[in-house]
């Protein structure tokens, strides 16, 4: 009877941790995005769902939780843009929402992008950009001047 009990306590609780994506870890998320050698650019993170903006970094901004992956693009005067990609990934713990909500939880998980997650941070490379060269004349010389 004993193992009985406890065999329904240990249930309890994993059903207890494994529920709804969208009310155990949200719809956003707060992602923090770095230029190394670069610091205070401004960086656009953008996917089919909109476009959200850090300032200037290093910053963090939030996201909505998305199927779509997220491109980067940051600039700063002086420096070749430098841009990245976020990938969404598949959060493990929805499969979880099939035992507590079923067909119906997972399917607003996945409407609200709840059953997704972005990596928490990212950073993105950019190089400072040299100053042109003078140009380099074309045109002959004109050394070869004939005398009388």
Known sequence: MTSIIKLALVGACALSFA???SVTSG???QI???TPGANGASCDLT???GTYTV???PGTVRVDKSKHDLSVLC???GYAN???TISSNFQALTLGNVLVGGVIGIGIDAASGAMNEYPKTVSV???KETAPSAPVSSSPSDSSVPTS
């Open 55 to 57: 300032h200037r970094t």
């Open 47 to 49: 996917s089919p769902d």
């Open 125 to 127: 490379s950019m190089r």
């Open 32 to 34: 923090s995005v770095s």
């Open 19 to 21: 529920g709804c994506a």
């Open 82 to 84: 430098g841009v990245a």
């Open 27 to 29: 719809t956003d998320q």
């Open 75 to 77: 600039k700063k005067d």
